[in-house]
């Protein structure tokens, strides 16, 4: 099966938009480059999904910062929301046709950063965001996702001395770990390295049609899940799991949700009761993609224990057909035998790993797969960001200084 | 043999002709050719239990789990809906003409249906288990008529939790045991 949309705009696109990052952030002799010549990009407002009150404002304020820190021309603040509010723009959870090229054309970026907050909680601390970068083009193109859950007490260490106690230093290293992941990715095109898989948090029953194999390179769109938990946005948040789980695949170009929800809202598609062959079809054809997933999300729970329950399925466009069908469940504790070692603590952790094992079942062709390449070493300005922003207060600080201290990455 | 022994073995027949009269809960129609059964609609199970969820999520374990036996073809939930939808099926216990409307509505040689009866914790003293119980019932899509019937049982509170005080497998679990005896039932 080859790739219907040109896969080779979209590496193309990523080709251009790395190479302008290191262009635009690489060191010329230790001399920054003028600022014409470097990559913008336009940092949406967080998508709120935790379903209450959370400090978005303050995120996004953290995640510009340590953009900048890191040598990424960030446009955001009061110019981005008057962007969004002269053209009418209000979902800032993903990128469509319209607004990439919109944003391209006022703000002048080359791409747009999304972030999704899934998870905010003060009392025990733990949080979750998951941020990716989008072509700025008339045909938006997912260059780059990654996500952070983190918990206060994932690494408690001894006696509890590693515990974390407040939300505001997790929030600090979960932005700082997202911008060096963006960094990197600009610097190398290294995909973000994926959470860690396990045998115990594999799907429980299992499909899997003859067509995947030797499938070569597909496309797939990624509906969001149909929610049957009491918690707002789960449908959402499992979609963005399997977006970011499906984009490490090397022979899978994912489409970007804006693009997907666009064309959901122009052909109206309503599913409440799961997505017809016939919604499949018609999407898989306005969009070009080759499969569609879709599933339903039953648990989706931070409460104790954390748990998740969902089943996903694919559809293939040509045969109208179910290629892959799988219900997961787990907990966190699930497989954990001696004291707390090995204790799943977000729900969010929880899914991405889940999520990872039924991408590694559906058995994606990797032939595609290049050779591993070595780690990009950061220059010292980098690695200084980062110790400098483990000390900071994530809080928006006086950014206006620190555009004017930019310092390059060297590749 | 002294009398007491003689009793003692009259006990023990009883109970052991008594337990093996268990009676037989499955149905299948002798005429029918199961082989002839490639595409088949599992519809919503009707849920008497008090578990809003807990129909749907038994339905889409028998569904999942039946798709994986490779043995048949199960359509999608959403198109079953559509189909369902369009058919004006309004309860999940369709009638032999809705059947053989939604058979062909749907192109599915079979249609099944099904209820969860018991789906949830229970408790015995101090000690508690997982217990699921459903009934399926199988229609062929030309004549309408029921081809295969089957009900399970799993779960409950078990001697081990009695004894220990534990809380036996989980829901889940229990789910994927009774789908898995009605699916040996059926093959």
Redesign the interface.
Known sequence: MTCSRSCSSRAAVALVVAAALAAGVGCAGGRPRPREERLRVALLPPDNLTGGMAPVREVEAALELALARRGVDVVAGDQVSLFLAANRLRYTGAVDPLMAGLAHEALGVDGIVVTSLELYAASPPRIAIVARLVSATAAPELLWIDGVARAGDDTKGLLGLGAVGSVEQLRSEAVNALASSLARFANGGRQPSQCEGGIRFGPRVTFRSTWLEGSGTVSVAVLPFLNQTKRKNAGEILALEFVRQLSAVPSVRVLEPGAVRADLLRFRVVYADGVSLENSRLLAAALDVDLVLSGTVRELSDAGTPRVDFSAALVEKGSKQVVWQSTSYSTGTDGVVLFDFGTIRTSHALACRMARKVVEEMGFDDRRRSAPRAAPALDATTAAADRASQNSAPAAQSLQKTQGQQAPITP | MRPRSLTALAVAAALAAGCGTARKRTYTDGEMDFGSVRTVAVL?FTNLTRDN?AA??VR??F???L??T?AV??V???????GAQQANLASPSPTPDEVMKLGKLLKADAVIAGVVREYGEVKSGTSTGSLVSLTVQMFETSTGKIVWSAASTKGGVTVTARLFGSSGPPL?AVT?AAVDDLLEKLF
């Open positions: 919503p969820l749907d999520r889409d374990v569904a999942n789990a798709l994986a490779g073809y199960v999608p939930q959403g198109e079953v809906a559509r889940n994927e």
